[in-house]
């Protein structure tokens, strides 16, 4: 059994970029047929050559595939990333995903496992009021959010968001070479699992020594104080 995963981004000067594509190896290494996806820039060219990293980037990634509804269609479980705008989405990610009401409306993003992921330039720069606010568009899909949560080691070292791996790109920059990556490959990882386990269907019914379908067992039993 294996699963379609598709991450789609927006990135202006490639941090959102580089976890997007973090997430995307996290996903593909379950064995998961991934596809990485930028969504359309908005900005217009003389925005966009005032930063000249912004520029860079721009111009270093054209190859990459531009996002469209069918990749939402396609897929059994999605990954969206973006930088943190005043804590909410950047406008490109929001006009994409504006794009999607036919799909919805068809019951296409139901009951598919989605993830988020952003980047700010402060430690407490918005990130996860800007994860929290893709969650309502969740809501409103009736997908199912899978956090990271507090579920493994990759997360605390990347400074412990279970919301969501947010990198952190100012003053030095130094969240992308080590542990937000690792967090955003357990995330991609953890997502794909999930749907895995969806299609499959193991995490609602098993099956008992007589063929009969029963309610699956909890792997473990909580203890209350």
Known sequence: MTAKVAVIYYSATGTVHALAQAVAEGA????AQVRLRRVAELAPDSAIDQNPQWRRHADATTSITQATVEDLAWADA????????????????????????GLWQEGGLADKPVTAFTSAYNRHGGSEATILSLGNVFYHWGALIVPPGFTDPAV???????????????????????AALDAARYQGQRLART??????GSHVTGTDGDGDTRAAEPATTLRTA
Not at 28 to 31: E, P
Not at 78 to 101: H, M, N, S, V, Y
Not at 156 to 177: F, I, Q
């Open 195 to 200: 749907a895995i386990r969806l299609l499959a």
């Open 78 to 101: 999605f990954a969206f990333g973006t930088p943190t705008r005043f804590g909410a989405p950047a406008a490109e990610l929001k006009q994409f995903i504006d794009q999607a009401g």
């Open 28 to 31: 593909a290494s379950t064995g």
């Open 156 to 178: 605390y070292a990347a400074g412990g968001n279970p919301y969501g791996v947010s990198a952190v790109t100012g003053p030095t920059g130094d969240d992308l070479k080590g």
